[in-house]
């Protein structure tokens, strides 16, 4: 069985850095072409793709966000970490990490359950 | 960046119904079209990719058709468990993006 989880503060104050870890199990970051995203959701509002990385340590991001994220992995821990640095209260959401599924293109499946991060003073 | 637009954004069915989702590129996408279905308080869950696979698990009164520019999700007999909101998603092109949701709810 495939499960990722996410965690991280769920209070952020704005300037400060975001850092979110995805821990999963039921595969490895280690098999070719598998990968690990990130994606948002404000609150009422739409999906928003921020950051993918994959077994080959390829790393992706959203142009309108690669001036202020990294996504790294970690495999000895099963983990991908995303960081968000400066952060505004645009950036509350609820923040998803979600496995890669291994067919032709970037299909999400499964994701986690999801963690709400909130931005403000 | 491709723009994902989906049709309509709210669409009231009574269960027992068909319904028709939308979804339009800006651009080709090929068939790298994916549907999700995210009920309240929920993650979002795979329901269809490569525009007309269903994922696995799901139901065959979700069905996907479409390649190009124009896709849709139709749902053969609404259950009280499908109202919820749908999103497509395209990954032929960098970034990755979303259409903005169709909310199918209970007439």
């Known amino acids: 069985q495939i499960t990722l989880k996410e965690s991280g503060p769920t209070l952020v104050k704005p300037t400060q850095t975001l850092t979110l870890t995805c821990t999963f199990s039921?595969?490895?970051?280690?098999?070719?072409?598998?990968?690990v995203a990130w994606i948002r959701q404000p609150p009422g509002k739409a999906l928003e793709w921020i950051a993918f990385?994959?077994?080959?340590?390829?790393?992706r991001y959203s142009p309108s966000l690669q001036n202020r994220v990294t996504i790294t992995k970690d495999i000895s821990k099963n983990q991908v970490v995303l960081t968000m640095t400066n952060v505004d209260p645009v950036d509350t959401a609820t923040y998803y990490c979600?496995?890669?599924?291994?067919?032709?293109?970037?299909?999400?499946?499964?994701w986690g359950q999801g963690t709400l991060v909130t931005v403000s003073s | 960046e491709i723009v994902m637009t989906q049709s309509p954004a709210t669409l009231s069915v009574s269960p027992g119904e068909r319904a028709t989702l939308s979804c339009r590129a800006s651009?080709?996408?090929?068939?790298?079209l994916a549907w999700y279905q995210q009920k309240p308080g929920q993650a979002p869950r795979l329901l269809v990719y490569?525009?007309?696979t269903r994922a696995t698990g799901v139901p065959a009164r979700f069905s996907g058709s479409g390649s190009g520019t124009e896709f849709t999700l139709t749902i053969s007999s609404l259950q009280s468990e499908d109202f919820a909101v749908y999103y497509c998603q395209q990954s032929n092109n960098w970034p990755v993006t979303f259409g903005q949701g169709t909310k199918v709810e209970i007439k």
């Open positions: 039921g595969f490895s970051l280690t098999t070719s072409g598998v990968g």
């Open positions: 490569g525009a007309s």
């Open positions: 990385i994959y077994w080959n340590d390829d790393k």
């Open positions: 979600a496995r890669r599924l291994l067919v032709r293109g970037q299909v999400l499946d499964p």
């Open positions: 651009q080709s996408v090929s068939t790298n």
